[in-house]
């Protein structure tokens, strides 16, 4: 083989190498969001506009995977597939949470009247995973809320 095909071999190598990292990156998460979330959809009770601008509100959910470290909660008014912009939450104090179900409350979002909050907002929970025994470089995006 001559040295200008080597290195159009080994070109070639590479070039499919970063082409299936490149996918998986792309698509690991996605597929993960869909079959594997680290958390399961909450039910929310008892929401209450309070004040001008935010509704409170309590729930339930269920931790479904031991190696997932929750990061953060993103909350967006509007489509989950379409137009939309973020909303501020406030959560309260930080707590470690257990395996399994899991309540929590009052919680704050900036979305009123609560029919708009209730039709036409959605969260996801952010987390970040561990595969034997190493952390993933993505984030875990579970569906929270609608």
């Not at 470690?96 to 979002?109: C, N, S």
Request: aromatic share 16%; charged share 20%.
């Amino acid at each position: 083989m001559s040295k200008t095909k080597e290195v159009l071999h080994a070109h070639n190598n590479y070039t499919s190498l970063f082409l299936i990292i490149g996918l998986l990156i792309v698509f690991v998460p996605a597929v993960e969001t869909k079959f594997f979330p680290a958390a399961s959809p909450m039910k929310i009770s008892n929401i209450q506009q309070d004040g001008i601008n935010h509704v409170t509100f309590f729930g339930e959910s269920e931790r479904l995977r031991p190696e997932c470290n929750f990061v953060s909660l993103e909350w967006f008014l509007g489509e989950r597939d379409g137009r939309n912009v973020p909303a501020d939450i406030i959560t309260g104090p930080p707590e470690l949470r257990d395996d399994g179900k899991f309540t929590f409350g009052p919680w704050f979002v900036n979305i009123i009247p609560p029919e708009e909050f209730i039709n036409n907002s959605y969260a996801d929970a952010l987390h970040k995973c561990s595969y034997f025994s190493r952390k993933a470089f993505w984030l875990t995006r579970s569906h929270f809320w609608n």
